[in-house]
């Protein structure tokens, strides 16, 4: 790490206020994201993974400040994204861009799909009249669309070219790095691989770099180089693949990989059942965050937060266990 | 448009023709009215319709149609008799579409009213102001109510407040007295048009308020929809995306509301000027016609006075079907399979 990544995200959090009642106290805000750093180098995937309210996607968006970041900072090539104004931001824009959960519903129905593609380059005022239609149309032809898609409407389409009418739209600017907001899980398992493997050509073609949020950890396998396990607002465990998914440390991660289903019967598996629910993202335990939850907590988990430290292997771990978590079987 | 038509059901093609057909009459009314809707024939107070009678081939030449003279019987009973004598009818004769041969001869499709003048030429005359005057005031109130509910509900916070707080004191004038208030002001010297501007301008002011509430509920709504984040994602300004997407998310709503709101201004309207506030004798609107009809006597004696009744009856009509089906049309996902 000698060259400084392209996009640094540091101490980033998200205070979501609650509303209070007409005379009542001030209640504790919803902190989805609470104190998340990290980086991705270009060319990289990062994946996040975590179970549904964990804060995946507000980190998604608060990354791009589609959702304003309560406080921390976030540096593309060395620029304060959050010091940018209005103005600037727009530009900045250019260089990131997101790849929605649903395609049904980030794409504008009233809009024919050149229109929806085509916008960005209007926006930025990259291409016009006949080029903008030939750009259109390329892009429609590198994520696999026919080209007559273009004066069709959105709901012409299944859930699966309709994702690739938001690839395109996403690709239209040249962007650097994508941020693909669980791109693949509202979508058929047969129509996933499609996606992934359409994600992964673009990603060699055009060097892009992927933040990847996603629950599905065999999809995370596959597509990812790197992944942050993420739980109420923080990272617990963020490694290389190979280290995270060889041999987990935190036990939460333990109990996530042990929930991806394998497709062997003849496998044995131990299953950990965390018992409970995520606890409230506006009063969060204290102490560890997963000591509620948790299988091997020791009395110190209850009053004093682990800080997550990296272990001999270069990961980070959140976790007052110095080795790998050990549990079931 | 061409589309339209072939989506569009038989009621929206009815309509369409028909308003066109009051349309087309109002914008060329000189030509389309036989007489100036001033000019009273005092001899002829409250003259039935005349029928129009197909006469047989072989005097053509002099014109194909023609109507009885008639001659007053009974001045108190306004009872008029058909004589033997023919008035004939010619077309595209002295700058207008149907009139009389002889010059000094008068024609009466639709009756007189009670001055004498020619029922038909005031309607045509009227259906200027009446079907104008919706329109208009739809457009100015629907500019206003969109323009102002879309940056209300997409701007929030305090501005939102303010803006909502205001519609709500106006919504809770009661609006005619309202409208009566305003339109006192209004002096009577001042020419019709003139009139007719500031009656738009008062339906307008109370009309926008309403649907500036509906529409930023519906952009309330509207831009949390993701299609709007990823139009912020691609780096649209603020204006943009509210012009581009949550703007015309509200078009379905507004174009079905608008269709119902004519109406609305074609009866406002006409309160107004029965009320001797709006539009003034001599000129002529279907509101100020209708008026005549108020008395339950002449009503049961001259049944043409409900005319201007049955015009703003079949507009308004015409305007619903037409509504429902643009709004049907406009929907996206209907489109291509009717």
Redesign the interface.
């Known amino acids: 790490m000698t060259d400084p990544p392209l996009l640094a995200v540091e101490n980033l959090t998200k205070h979501f206020p609650v509303e209070s009642g007409w005379w009542g106290r001030p209640r504790p805000p919803v902190r989805a994201v609470d104190g998340v750093s990290l980086h991705l180098d270009k060319g990289e995937v990062l994946a996040i993974a975590g179970e549904s309210g964990c804060g995946k996607s507000t980190l998604g968006?608060a990354v791009?400040r589609?959702i304003e970041p309560t406080s921390g900072a976030i540096r593309l090539d060395g620029t304060d994204v959050l010091a940018l104004s209005r103005q600037e931001?727009?530009?900045v824009?250019?260089r990131m861009?997101?790849v929605?959960?649903?395609p049904y519903?980030?794409?504008?129905?009233?809009m024919r799909v050149g229109g929806i593609v085509g916008?960005?380059l209007r926006?930025?005022n990259l291409a016009g009249g006949t080029a903008l239609r030939e750009k259109v149309a390329e892009l429609l032809e590198t994520v696999g669309l026919p080209a007559d898609a273009e004066s069709r409407?959105p709901?012409?389409f299944s859930g699966g070219q309709r994702q690739r009418i938001?690839v395109a739209?996403a690709l239209a600017?040249q962007p650097e790095i994508l941020i693909a907001d669980e791109p693949v899980s509202a979508l058929d398992v047969s129509v996933q691989a499609q996606i992934l493997n359409l994600l992964q050509d673009l990603k060699e073609k055009y060097d892009l770099s992927f933040i990847f949020i996603s629950h599905d950890l065999n999809v995370v396998r596959f597509f990812s180089d790197r992944i942050a396990i993420m739980y109420l607002g923080q990272f617990v465990e963020a490694g290389t693949n190979a280290q995270v998914f060889g041999l987990p440390h935190h036990p939460y991660t333990v109990a996530l990989l042990s929930a991806v289903p394998v497709p062997d019967p003849a496998r044995k598996r131990d299953r950990i059942l965390l018992p409970g629910d995520l606890p409230n993202p506006a009063a969060p335990p204290p102490g560890c965050r997963f000591h509620t939850r948790c299988p091997l907590r020791m009395p110190l988990c209850e009053s004093a937060v682990p800080a997550l430290t990296p272990r001999e292997d270069g990961r980070l771990v959140a976790c007052h266990l110095s080795g790998p978590a050990r549990m079931g079987g | 448009m061409t589309d339209f038509w072939i989506s569009a059901g038989w009621p929206a093609r009815v309509s369409l023709a028909l308003l066109a057909a009051f349309a087309l009459a109002a914008l060329f009314a000189p030509v389309a009215a036989p007489y100036d809707p001033a000019a009273q024939n005092r001899r002829h107070p409250h003259h039935p319709p005349m029928r129009v009678h197909l006469a047989p081939p072989g005097e053509w030449s002099e014109g194909p149609l023609y109507v009885h003279k008639t001659k007053l019987a009974d001045i108190r009973k306004r009872r008029y008799e058909e004589t033997e004598e023919r008035i004939r009818l010619s077309f595209f004769k002295r700058g207008k579409v149907l009139t009389t041969a002889d010059p000094d001869a008068r024609l009466f499709l639709l009756g007189t009213d009670a001055l004498g003048r020619d029922f038909f030429s005031r309607l045509v005359y009227g259906g200027r102001i009446s079907l104008s005057i919706g329109l208009v005031g739809v457009a100015i109130s629907y500019t206003l109510g969109i323009l102002i509910g879309a940056f209300s509900g997409y701007v929030g916070g305090r501005t939102d407040f303010v803006i909502m707080r205001a519609t709500e004191i106006l919504m809770s004038l009661p609006t005619f007295y309202f409208l009566l208030a305003l339109a006192v002001i209004i002096p009577a010297t001042l020419p019709s048009s003139l009139t007719y501007l500031l009656i738009v301008a008062i339906l307008s002011f109370i009309g926008w308020a309403g649907l500036a509430r509906i529409v930023r509920g519906l952009v309330l709504s509207e831009r949390e929809r993701e299609y709007v984040l990823a139009a912020r994602a691609m780096g649209a300004s603020g204006a943009r995306v509210l012009v581009r997407h949550v703007v015309p998310s509200t078009f379905n709503y507004a174009v079905v509301s608008a269709t119902l709101s004519i109406p609305g201004y074609i009866l406002g309207e006409s309160a107004l000027s029965f009320l001797g506030l709006g539009i003034k004798d001599p000129d002529s609107s279907w509101g100020l016609l209708l008026a005549e009809a108020q008395n339950v006597e002449y009503l049961l004696r001259f049944q043409w006075l409900l005319i201007p009744g049955l015009l703003i009856f079949l507009t308004v009509m015409a305007f619903n079907f037409l509504g429902d089906a643009l709004r049907d049309h406009m929907d996206p996902k209907r489109r291509g399979k009717d």
């Open positions: 968006r791009l589609l931001l727009r530009k824009r250019r861009q997101i929605f959960q649903d519903a980030s794409l504008n129905p009233r916008e960005p926006i930025h409407y709901h012409e938001g739209r600017v």
